[in-house]
Antibody, heavy 122, light 108 residues
Framework: QVQLVQSGGEVKKPGASVKVSCKTSGYIFSNYGISWVRQAPGQGLEWMGWISGHNGNTRYEQKVQDRVSMTMDTSTNLVYMELRSLRTDDTAVYFC???????????????WGQGTLVTVSS | ELVLTQSPGTLSLSPGEGATLSCGASQSVRSNFLAWYQQKPGQAPRLLIYGASTRATGIPARFSGSGSGTDFTLTISRLEPEDFAVYYCQQYGSSLITFGQGTRLEIK
C-alpha cells in the first residue's frame, strides 16, 4: 500500500535551517509528484510547493520561494524539504503529500505523510 | 492567486442531521478541479472528494460534492459521530494550489 513516512520532529533557533525527509513506498515514484503542505498551530493548510518524481522539476509558492528547496533521491524514493532562515512563524506541522501530475501542475492530494512538527524558538 | 472562502466558519449540528458546507472561489476553478478534505485533531487530512463531485476510494456515500465555476458544496446527508471534524476545500486548477480556511463541524 502507499506509504509516506516522514522524519521526526525538530526544534530549531531562528535563523537556522531544517531539512525534513519523506520516505515513499508502494507506488511507482516517477508517476507522481510530492508537495509539501504546512499547518501552523490551530491554523489552516498552506501549500508550499512541489517536486516532480518524473524529472525533479520544482515549483514553489511565492511566500517561501526564496528560502525553500525540495529535492529527491530516486535510488531510495526519498523526498526532502529544506527551509532556511527559519522564523518563529515557521513553527508548524509539515506534511508531504502525493499527487498525480497534470498539465498545469499538481492534482488532488491522495496520500499524506504523518506530519513533522518543526518548532522555531529562541 | 485564486482565493477560496469557506462558509460557515463553524457549523453546529447533531448526529443524524444533514450538513451543507460551502466553498466560494475568487475566480472560476479550471475544469472544476476542486477537492474536499477532512481533518481530525492530531491527524493528517484525508481526501474525500475530487473533481468537485467524485468520491475518493473508501469514502461513504453520505458524502457528496457538487458545484462548478466559483461555487462548490460538500453535503453530508446524515451525520455520524465520526464526521465531526474540520473540512477544507482545495483548488488544483491553478499551478499554485490554494486551500480554503476551513469549516469546523461540531456536535451541537
Amino acid at each position: 500500500q502507499v506509504q509516506l513516512v516522514q522524519s521526526g520532529g525538530e526544534v530549531k533557533k531562528p535563523g537556522a535551517s531544517v531539512k525534513v525527509s519523506c520516505k515513499t513506498s508502494g507506488y511507482i515514484f516517477s508517476n507522481y509528484g510530492i508537495s509539501w503542505v504546512r499547518q501552523a498551530p490551530g491554523q489552516g493548510l498552506e501549500w508550499m510547493g512541489w517536486i516532480s518524481g518524473h524529472n525533479g522539476n520544482t515549483r514553489y509558492e511565492q511566500k517561501v520561494q526564496d528560502r525553500v528547496s525540495m529535492t529527491m533521491d530516486t535510488s531510495t524514493n526519498l523526498v526532502y524539504m529544506e527551509l532556511r532562515s527559519l522564523r518563529t512563524d515557521d513553527t508548524a506541522v509539515y506534511f508531504c503529500v502525493r499527487h498525480l501530475i497534470g498539465v498545469g501542475g499538481p492534482y488532488y492530494f491522495d496520500s499524506w505523510g504523518q506530519g513533522t512538527l518543526v518548532t522555531v524558538s529562541s | 492567486e485564486l482565493v477560496l472562502t469557506q462558509s460557515p466558519g463553524t457549523l453546529s449540528l447533531s448526529p443524524g442531521e444533514g450538513a451543507t458546507l460551502s466553498c466560494g472561489a475568487s475566480q472560476s476553478v479550471r475544469s472544476n478541479f476542486l477537492a474536499w478534505y477532512q481533518q481530525k485533531p492530531g491527524q493528517a487530512p484525508r481526501l474525500l472528494i475530487y473533481g468537485a463531485s467524485t468520491r475518493a476510494t473508501g469514502i461513504p456515500a453520505r458524502f457528496s460534492g457538487s458545484g462548478s465555476g466559483t461555487d462548490f458544496t460538500l453535503t453530508i446527508s446524515r451525520l455520524e459521530p465520526e464526521d465531526f471534524a474540520v473540512y477544507y476545500c482545495q483548488q488544483y486548477g491553478s499551478s499554485l494550489i490554494t486551500f480554503g480556511q476551513g469549516t469546523r463541524l461540531e456536535i451541537k
